[in-house]
């Protein structure tokens, strides 16, 4: 029998979610979704984009409301309206829920409890934009879908496997014992590229040293041995690590103990800085979007901007230049160079000028097939993802689409069936 899985990705100004049907066994490529939905909040609005694998899609903009009615009417268009995919909500067979901080506790998926819930807020502390609409969306699904069985996938659970010496800061070690360490993030990503990886380039994934760059409004970089995270540079919060849209990445702690001192700066308004007004958007004065740095990089605006955006683009780069070649140093050693996420499929100008320094290591990109975004002419989910190496080089360069909801879907997959095993 097909499982329809729903999966729903709380984000803090969106919502996501999608609807895969999977047959006995899971499909070695990634399947389109016979349903999918986005909810983008902004300036008190709810913008609306719905389609359905029949061809039907919807788009709205409509008062904001409140999100868990926002989310509901999402929903509904599931199984009602236009872009209905099934006859109504007893055909979901199971809910992923994508879950930013698992803390301390969960690092594997687990079917959602009361005990779950508790641990989910415990640490929203951590994560309070995320893990709270997370939880409002399993209560949604409780309210509309009954007792269908909700999962948690731990955006933290993949790089559960990093080693002490990488989770640990060099603060007191009570803060370890209080549950201040490095998490990371965007593992549900990280984990699915290197899976999909090995499956591109026909290796055991056993065999492989992969460095994964998730670039997008966040950015983070894992370094993946034997298809296990060893680090990544996002810490315990995603504030960590590289330079992003609107987030500063790591800097000096001695800034903020001054600004704290000597500025008057609270606890909120440091928060506020580094996560709202740093990053591309802090350096450039322009935008968050690297597509916009680029092209204010190259004409079109004052010249102050113009260098401005040309700092903000040589930052990012030299960050990630950096942050790589420390992924590659704890491997000892790379067989493939990963580019997933927004920037990192669709910037064939980051690619290039990141690759252009590592060419001592034998890694040398096609620049043709570094030109052409796979996106450009994708016509499915499969045809995102190539290797865009040059055919003498000693280091793969891919570029995979992000596939987060179906790696949620895979492991729901998965734990429904060990759970139905188990009970036979």
């Known amino acids: 029998m097909p499982m329809n899985v729903l999966v729903l990705n709380s984000g803090s100004s969106s919502q996501k979610s999608c609807l895969y049907e999977i047959g006995d066994a899971l499909p070695d490529d990634p399947p389109a979704c016979s349903w999918e939905g986005k909810i983008e909040w902004a300036d008190d609005k709810a913008q609306y984009s719905i389609r359905n694998s029949h061809g039907a899609s919807k788009k709205d903009l409509a008062s904001a409301g409140s999100r868990g009615e926002a989310i509901e009417r999402l929903l509904h268009s599931l199984w009602s309206g236009e872009t209905q995919a099934i006859s109504g909500p007893s055909d979901i067979d199971v809910v992923g829920h994508r879950v930013v901080h698992g803390g301390p506790q969960y690092f594997e998926p687990s079917f959602v409890t009361a005990k779950v819930k508790s641990a989910i807020e415990s640490v929203s502390v951590f994560a309070p934009l995320h893990n709270r609409a997370e939880l409002e969306g399993m209560e949604i699904v409780a309210k509309l879908l009954g007792s269908v069985p909700q999962i948690a996938v731990f955006d933290t659970g993949f790089h559960g496997t990093m080693p002490l010496s990488a989770k ?216 995102n993802d190539k290797d865009i190496s040059a055919s003498d080089a000693a280091v793969h360069v891919l570029v995979i689409h992000a596939e987060e909801d179906w790696m949620i879907a895979r492991q729901c997959w998965n734990l429904v069936r060990q759970q139905s095993t188990a009970s036979s």
Not at 225 to 239: A, K, N, Q
Not at 356 to 363: I, K, M, V
């Open 168 to 383: 640990t800061y060099p603060g007191p070690y009570e803060w370890f014992e209080q549950g201040i360490r490095r998490y990371g993030f965007h593992g549900i990503n990280h984990q699915y590229c290197a899976q999909r990886a090995a499956q591109l380039l026909a290796k055991n994934l056993n065999s492989l040293k992969l460095v994964t760059c998730h670039l997008g409004n966040g950015c983070s970089l894992a370094a993946i041995r034997e298809g296990r995270s060893v680090d990544t540079t996002m810490g315990f919060t995603p504030l960590e690590g590289l330079m992003m849209g609107t987030r500063s990445g790591s800097v000096d702690p001695g800034i903020l103990t001054y600004l704290m001192r000597e500025k008057h700066f609270s606890g909120q308004q440091l928060d506020e800085v580094l996560n709202q007004k740093s990053g591309l958007l802090g350096v450039s004065g322009i935008s968050s979007d690297m597509r916009q740095i680029l092209a204010a990089s190259k004409n079109g605006v004052a010249p102050a901007k113009m260098a401005r955006a040309q700092l903000a683009l040589d930052i990012y780069v030299h960050r990630l230049r950096s942050g790589i070649g420390a992924m590659i140093a704890v491997l000892g050693g790379v067989d493939a160079l990963v580019f997933t996420a927004g920037v990192g499929e669709n910037s064939p100008e980051v690619r290039a000028a990141v690759c252009d320094n590592f060419a001592f290591l034998g890694l040398k990109l096609d620049q043709e097939k570094n030109t052409v975004s796979p996106l450009e002419k994708a016509t499915s989910p499969l045809k």
